[in-house]
T-cell receptor, first 115, second 113 residues
Framework: DVKVTQSSRYLVKRTGEKVFLECVQD?????MFWYRQDPGLGLRLIYF???????EKGDIPEGYSVSREKKERFSLILESASTNQTSMYLC??????????????FGPGTRLLVL | SQQGEEDPQALSIQEGENATMNCSYKTSINNLQWYRQNSGRGLVHLILIRSNEREKHSGRLRVTLDTSKKSSSLLITASRAADTASYFCATGPGSGNTGKLIFGQGTTLQVKP
């Protein structure tokens, strides 16, 4: 079974802090994604990566950056956390063959509170 | 941008009843997928239906797709309390091959024992 893990389930940070959210998958998937989920807004794509060191902006990249130095790891960085970044953050991965025809495998999520 | 819209936003039924959720989308798709999310957890894939398919079954799940109406429905038969969760549809765009999906806002299902 594919396993996608996220470094923290719950995180509390202060405004202005730099925040790192880590995601690791163990199935050699090429594509990895970061979403945020807010009530009434569903899942919104922040960034995705289709290969090591490759990244593309999603729908709401402002205030975020990402890093993919190794295939199995995709990090989301909040350069200077703000209260409006309080949210549930979900990481997902999928393999390339078939691309969008493949299902996405999700991590358990990180609930971030920015004070 | 969110192109999937789910209806209803919330649904409450008794155990044993059937639950039907609907999803509409706006652009052409390659496939449509349904995911389930238990409270405070990640999403779990349930079923995928391709654009050239009209109906698909998996256990107690039945999914239909009508590309002419740009809509899909998920039917859960003989519901159980354990089916209580949020359900999301997600569409894979008709062009491109990045693996990106566009998710709807979800239907929250409560199954009362």
């Amino acid at each position: 079974d594919v396993k996608v893990t996220q470094s923290s389930r719950y995180l509390v940070k202060r405004t202005g802090e730099k925040v790192f959210l880590e995601c690791v998958q163990d199935m050699d998937h090429e594509n990895m994604f970061w979403y945020r989920q807010d009530p009434g807004l569903g899942l919104r794509l922040i960034y995705f990566s289709y290969d090591v060191k490759m990244k593309e902006k999603g729908d709401i990249p402002e205030g975020y950056s990402v890093s993919r130095e190794k295939k199995e790891r995709f990090s989301l960085i909040l350069e200077s956390a703000s209260t409006n970044q309080t949210s549930m953050y979900l990481c997902a991965s999928t393999r390339v063959p078939g691309g969008q025809r493949e299902t996405q495998y999700f991590g358990p999520g990180t609930r971030l509170l920015v004070l | 941008s969110q192109q999937g819209e789910e209806d209803p936003q919330a649904l409450s039924i008794q155990e044993g009843e059937n639950a039907t959720m609907n999803c509409s989308y706006k652009t052409s798709i390659n496939n449509l997928q349904w995911y389930r999310q238990n409270s405070g957890r990640g999403l779990v894939h349930l079923i995928l239906i391709r654009s050239n398919e009209r109906e698909k079954h998996s256990g107690r799940l039945r999914v239909t797709l009508d590309t002419s109406k740009k809509s899909s429905s998920l039917l859960i038969t003989a519901s159980r309390a354990a089916d209580t969760a949020s359900y999301f549809c997600a569409t894979g765009p008709g062009s491109g091959n990045t693996g990106k999906l566009i998710f709807g806002q979800g239907t929250t299902l409560q199954v009362k024992p």
